[in-house]
């Protein structure tokens, strides 16, 4: 039985990119976003299992988009948290779904917001697991990270007319 998330996530991402390739990894991302933040909440980690596929998918599309920003704000989003995960705090799950969600971006409004908004929403979460478990409390970024890029299809959709669902 198909999640009725990502379901939602999936008409999200096509009224708000259309079909085409641009619509090809944020679909794929829809598809994966419910399980990644069950997983990622109960057990610390995003599965290579669902984040390498998209991988693939995300080059695909950016080839078949013909455009270079995907694969720049993969690349960039995905190597800023590489140097976070060295210097310790990010996981290389993180590092791996930053890249897939670079690759999902087929706007600048995308590319840019979703990390802006995926740290904002880290640390407004983790401000309150501060405050309720104390120093040292673990938290998982995974779901930020999709809730900021989620946030950030949404205001592209609205920004640019809801390009799925207005001829």
């Given at each position: 039985m198909p999640d009725a998330a990502a379901a939602a996530l999936a008409l999200l991402a096509i009224a708000a990119l259309g079909l085409g390739p641009t619509a090809l990894t944020a679909l794929y991302i829809a598809a994966v976003t419910p399980e990644l933040i069950r997983v990622d909440l109960r057990e610390h980690r995003l599965p290579h299992r669902m984040v390498l596929p998209g991988l693939l998918i995300g080059a695909v599309g950016c080839a078949l988009q013909a455009s270079w920003l995907p694969l720049v704000a993969g690349l960039a989003f995905g190597g800023f948290l590489l140097v976070l995960g060295v210097t310790g705090g990010i996981?290389?799950?993180d590092v791996?779904?930053?890249t897939l969600l670079g690759l999902?971006?087929?706007t600048l409004a995308v590319a840019v917001?979703?990390?802006l908004l995926?740290?904002?929403g880290g640390g407004i979460a983790a401000l309150v697991v501060l405050i309720a478990r104390g120093p040292?409390?673990?938290l998982p970024f995974g779901p930020a990270l999709l809730g900021g890029y989620w946030v950030a299809v949404t205001l592209?959709?609205?920004m640019t007319g809801w390009a799925?669902?207005?001829p």
């Open positions: 996981g290389m799950g791996k779904l930053a999902g971006s087929p917001a979703s990390p995926a740290f904002l040292g409390a673990r592209a959709g609205s799925g669902v207005w």
